[in-house]
Structures are given as structure tokens and as C-alpha cells.
């Protein structure tokens, strides 16, 4: 360790802010101190970006199997029943909870004088079941969270701290995660974090390795990047959701047109204004969403055109504005009423299905290391996500590693016995700063390779030629590493390559075309020899 690195032990130690960490955070802060980093505000997550709400079971007309049997079915095939069955048990109470906490959720015109939370319908849900609050669903969970963890005595959220790399100490069995080596970025110094009881991921998902993705800019996979550098196992990385129906406009990158939209009835048009979906899928608008996106795809590709046209001018203005306000708001200021305009749409990354490899109490293979919400591969999303059953997942799961983690005793982590789990960032002499033009080039190229070669539509050869390419990005961004003194933008061009990397290895494991991967080269599904996850683990050194 740098000399010039200062050391801060806490019980907890959370890296990430969004509803995964800020559940966990909660239940733990009554049983030790509790210190939660972000490399952002505390509000700048993929949680604030959910639009269209929390999947549960909340009405008499549904159940836990019914709820079950869609994930399922969207997971085409993949997903783990025990894990399934945990989300749709344990989500109502997880949603009652934000309730309790102050979160606002739409409630339905009253009958007999009883309240009932107003639920939505999305794609592949074969009931009404998803609790919103407008079209900003996301951001009001995190709200609520936030207020919350303000009253908390043993919680500390810390702002604008990078975590560079996870810390590991050598125990007689083997490594263990014991804390994080991060950047303060207000104070230009390296900061050791110590946990004495557990290390929580709760990063988030990795959409920037994408040209096109709805993820704000922090979604560059810095946790499966410092979980594969600290030995993690990861699995189903070739599992990219695409979110259908991003906002086409040259001032509208990231804006995601949620697919609640398609739930009160719009209708995606090409751009002779036929309703095309009943060509791919009986659902129409509402068929799963890696099958809404392919079908985008083909209609763009087979006529030459940008994008397609998600039109709701039937359903009416006054009824658009009053359901999605943001979205309404938003497209109004580029110049789109979507109350008499089809609104310009295109598929873009969205969701990592894949990640970080735990258990049901949100354990990794590394021992004191847990992760929750995107960041992880908990077995309920399969090979495709089933519409709002993230943020459902990212509760649950956020819980239940608080509770494994209250059980685990207090250790005394020591600074002198920590190393950093990926290439030595913290040696003194590392004075150079990085070169930004080169890390902005060389953060373009992988989206470029990645859209190109890993996205919607695979090929054989196409996969081989990205993983060629991204060895050789791989080999670029290491050596700036070793040069040059910490930065953000040198950790998140890292993690971006790695994390890039991982989805192509996984996706040239995987030969045959399942949810979310489909690959012209092997397009039938594969139940006999296929049907397993894809579980990476890094060799070791």
C-alpha cells in the first residue's frame, strides 16, 4: 500500500447507492456502523432512471405462481426456481416496507371506501402487478430510501469516492475481500476502506459498453470488473437486455420511453406507419422485450431505416400526460406532443442479466464479499428479464445479504495486510496523468466493437473478431494503469474493456440462441446440452 494512503475501518461497507445498496444499508446500520460509497451524488443511480415500477403481487386476481410462471417463462429456461420463488414470496413484503418508509405509489379511484394500489400491466405479465409512481418510479424509491437513511445515527453515504479495486487479505484458506481501495476524488487521495463484518457490491449495471444504452453515465460495470479481478466467479454475461424503445433523437441520448407506454396501449408503427408486431409474436406490442427488440431490428434493417415509431395518439394527450408526465415533459422539449406525434424509438442496452455469481443470501465466491441488485447473477432473471422484476430483485435480495451479513462476526481487519485485487495502482511514483483523448478513443472503440458484434444479433465470426479486439484493448488499458496515477476516468475505461470482454467470452461459449442471445450461426435453442448457465471464473495467477 502507498504510503500516502489513509486507512477508515467500519463494520459495513456498501459500494453503491441504489436501491440493492440502500436496502442493505438500512437493515444493517441498526447493527453496526455502516459507511455507503458513491462515485456520484447519492441519487445518480440505475435505480432513478426505473420508469415503470416494482413487479409484486398486491391484488386478489394474482398470485406468487402466476408471478413465478411469467419470470419463468421470460427467463426462457434459465432461470432458478428456489430464486424465483424467494423474488415473488418475499417481494410484497419488500414493497409494503418502501411503503412504510414513505415511498408514494399511484393508488386506484377508491371503491367502498377502500384504498387500493393502482397496478400496471408490461410486457409478459400475465396480470396487473406493477406498483408505479408515474413514470418515475425508480426515482421515488430512491427517494424514499434516502430520507430514510438521513435519520440513521451508524449510516455514512460518502460522495464522489471511485473504488479502484477491491481490498484482499490472505487468509490460511485462501483470499479474502476485507475492504476497497478508493479514490476521493474531491481530495485527489487514495483512501483504504476496512470492513470489519462484510463488503456489499451494489453497483449497478454496465450499459456504457454499449453505443447505445438507456444507463446514465456511471453504469460502466465497475463491480463485476472488481469482483472478476478479485476472483469472482460471474455468470450469464452474454445476457444483455435490450430495452426496445430508447428515445431516437440527437438530444435524447440515454431517455428511455418506458414500456408501460406499450402497457396503456401504444403501438409500435415502421416508418410507413404499419403495426408490425403481430408478424413476430401473437403478444403483438406486449410479447417479452428480447423479442420486441429483435423484431425493431429486423424492421429497421429490412427497409433501411433508423428507427421505428411507437405511436399513442389514439389513447389521447390528456390521458398520455396524466400517466407519464417525464416522458411527456421530456419529448415535448425536443419538439415530439406525443398526444398527436408517433414518438421515434430504438432498441438500446438496458439490463445486465448476468453478473457477479451469488447465492440466495447474495454471497459471491469470494468469502466476505456479497453483492445484490444488478451488479449480481442471483438465478431469477434467466436468459431475460422479466419487465420491473429489478427493482423487486435489488430489494429481496438487498435484504436477505443484510441478514447473512448481521450473523457474520466482527473481524479486525488490518491496513498493512491488504493488497489490492487487480493491477498495483497504489505504488508511489505513479505520477502521470492519463491521457484523456486516448481513454475517450479507446472507451469509443469497445461500444463501437460491442454494437457492432455483441449486440441484438450475434455471429460466430463476429463474436471472434470482437474478442480479438478486446484483447487488445484489454492489453492498451492495463499498461495506462500501471503508468499513470489513479484516476475515475482511467478505473471506469478499465472496468468498461473487462467487463466488454466478459460478455463476448461468454457469448462465444454459449452456441446456440437462447433469451436474450441470439446468434444467426446457431439459431435454435438447445435444452440438452445448452441448458445450464454460463459461469466464468478467473484462472489463477
Known amino acids: 500500500m502507498s504510503s500516502t494512503t489513509a486507512a477508515i475501518s467500519t463494520d459495513f461497507l456498501v459500494i453503491g447507492?441504489?436501491?440493492?445498496?440502500?436496502?442493505?444499508?438500512?437493515?444493517v446500520a441498526e447493527h453496526g456502523q455502516t459507511i455507503i460509497l458513491t462515485k456520484k451524488n447519492s441519487a445518480e443511480s440505475n435505480t432513478n432512471y426505473a420508469q415503470g415500477g416494482i413487479a409484486g403481487v398486491m391484488a386478489g386476481d394474482d398470485s406468487p405462481d402466476l408471478h413465478a410462471d411469467d419470470t419463468v417463462i421470460a427467463g426462457a429456461g434459465l432461470c432458478h426456481d428456489e430464486a424465483v420463488s424467494v423474488l415473488v414470496h418475499e417481494g410484497p413484503d419488500r414493497i409494503r416496507d418502501l411503503m412504510a418508509l414513505g415511498a408514494?405509489?399511484?393508488f386506484a379511484p377508491e371503491e367502498a371506501g377502500v384504498p387500493a394500489l393502482a397496478l400496471g400491466r408490461e410486457g409478459g405479465h400475465s396480470r396487473n402487478r406493477i406498483v408505479h409512481a408515474v413514470d418515475r418510479t425508480g426515482w421515488e424509491c430512491e427517494r424514499a430510501l434516502l430520507?430514510?437513511?438521513?435519520?440513521?445515527?451508524?449510516?455514512s453515504v460518502l460522495e464522489h469516492f471511485f473504488v479502484l479495486d477491491l481490498a484482499m487479505e490472505e487468509t490460511d484458506s485462501g483470499l479474502r475481500c476485507i475492504g476497497a481501495y478508493c479514490l476521493d476524488t474531491t481530495q485527489n487521495r487514495t483512501v483504504l476502506f476496512l470492513a470489519r463484518r462484510a463488503v456489499l457490491l451494489a453497483t449497478g449495471g454496465c450499459g456504457r459498453i454499449y453505443s447505445h444504452t438507456t444507463n446514465p453515465s456511471i453504469a460502466t460495470g465497475d463491480g463485476v470488473a472488481m469482483a472478476w479481478r478479485a476472483g469472482a466467479a460471474v455468470a450469464n454475461m452474454e445476457f444483455i437486455q435490450f430495452h426496445p424503445t430508447s428515445l431516437f433523437h440527437a438530444h435524447g441520448d440515454?431517455?428511455?420511453?418506458?414500456?408501460?407506454?406499450?402497457?396503456?396501449?401504444?403501438?409500435?408503427?415502421?416508418?410507413?406507419?404499419?403495426?408490425f408486431m403481430e408478424r413476430y409474436d401473437p403478444r403483438r406490442d406486449l410479447a417479452p422485450r428480447d423479442i420486441v427488440a429483435r423484431a425493431i431490428h429486423a424492421e429497421r434493417l429490412a427497409r433501411g431505416e433508423p428507427c421505428v415509431f411507437l405511436d399513442v395518439t389514439h389513447i389521447g394527450g390528456e390521458r398520455i400526460s396524466a400517466r407519464f408526465p417525464t416522458i411527456t415533459r421530456r419529448c415535448r422539449e425536443l419538439g415530439i406532443d406525443p398526444g398527436t406525434t408517433p414518438i421515434p424509438v430504438v432498441p438500446a442496452a438496458h439490463y445486465m442479466c448476468g453478473g457477479v455469481q451469488t447465492d440466495l443470501l447474495g454471497r459471491t465466491s469470494v468469502?466476505?464479499?456479497?453483492?445484490?441488485?444488478?451488479?449480481?447473477?442471483?438465478?431469477?432473471?434467466?436468459?431475460?428479464?422479466l419487465a420491473s422484476n429489478s427493482l423487486l430483485e435489488a430489494m429481496v435480495f438487498g435484504k436477505r445479504a443484510a441478514t447473512v451479513s448481521i450473523g457474520t462476526a466482527a473481524r479486525q481487519p488490518e491496513s498493512s495486510q491488504a493488497m489490492p485485487s487487480g493491477t498495483p495502482w497504489l505504488l508511489d511514483g505513479q505520477t502521470a496523468p492519463a491521457p484523456p483523448d486516448v481513454l475517450h478513443g479507446l472507451r469509443g472503440h469497445v461500444r463501437a466493437v460491442m454494437h457492432d458484434y455483441a449486440g441484438i444479433v450475434r455471429t460466430d465470426a463476429n463474436l471472434s473478431k470482437a474478442a480479438d479486439r478486446m484483447d487488445g484493448f484489454q492489453t492498451e488499458v492495463d499498461e495506462i494503469a500501471r503508468a499513470c496515477r489513479p484516476s475515475v476516468e482511467v478505473g471506469q475505461t478499465r472496468n468498461i474493456?473487462?467487463?466488454?470482454?466478459?460478455?463476448v467470452r461468454s457469448a462465444r461459449?454459449?452456441?446456440?440462441?437462447?433469451?436474450?442471445?441470439?446468434?444467426?450461426d446457431h439459431p435454435d435453442t438447445d435444452d440438452v446440452s445448452q441448458r445450464h448457465d454460463t459461469v466464468l471464473r478467473r484462472p489463477a495467477d
Open 147 to 155: 430520507a430514510a437513511s438521513r435519520s440513521l445515527r451508524q449510516l
Open 497 to 503: 474493456v473487462t467487463v466488454a470482454s466478459l460478455v
Open 254 to 275: 440515454s431517455f428511455l420511453i418506458s414500456e408501460a407506454v406499450r402497457g396503456e396501449g401504444g403501438i409500435l408503427r415502421n416508418g410507413s406507419g404499419e403495426a
Open 104 to 106: 408514494r405509489f399511484n
Open 367 to 385: 468469502p466476505g464479499l456479497l453483492a445484490a441488485g444488478e451488479v449480481s447473477c442471483t438465478g431469477v432473471h434467466g436468459a431475460n428479464r
Open 17 to 27: 447507492s441504489g436501491i440493492a445498496g440502500l436496502t442493505y444499508a438500512i437493515s
Open 509 to 520: 461459449r454459449r452456441t446456440e440462441s437462447r433469451g436474450l442471445h441470439y446468434n444467426t
